[in-house]
């Protein structure tokens, strides 16, 4: 059956023609109703995590003592550094680590007070000497 089969006076041919455009613009709608609705569905989910008390880890043979206080300044193994003295200690450690054949850990200690800033230094000038593990040491929390 053809479109218009009920015109008994209209020529009998098939229709070449498809109107697509209705099609186009519902997958138009369709299109901004996802763009709008997609930051709805990646919402964080806020988690109130237990908190638990765990052992100490072992203390590794080759470990780094890397301390920092609120004033900034670097301790390293409890010897305080002066400006500049941190990258080649750092280079030093990773030479002897490439010869050695395991990297020692490097364990940060920072004051409660100390700036982002001093850390995040810190950090990058570890990674740019190829030292890569690094561990936050924290106090334990007290048990109420």
Known sequence: ?????????RQKESMADINVTPMVDVMLVLLVIFILSAPMFTHAVKLDLPRAQAAGAPQPQDAIR?????????YWNDTALK?????????DAARRASQAGSQ????LRADRATRYEAVAQLMAAAQT????????????????
């Open 83 to 91: 400006d500049g003295d941190l990258e080649p200690r750092l280079a």
């Open 1 to 9: 059956m053809a479109f218009g089969a009920f015109n008994h006076h």
């Open 104 to 107: 020692p850990e490097l364990q």
């Open 66 to 74: 890397i301390a920092i206080d609120a004033a900034g300044t670097v």
């Open 129 to 144: 000497a190829g030292l890569t593990k690094l561990v936050f040491v924290t106090d334990p929390k007290e048990k109420k």
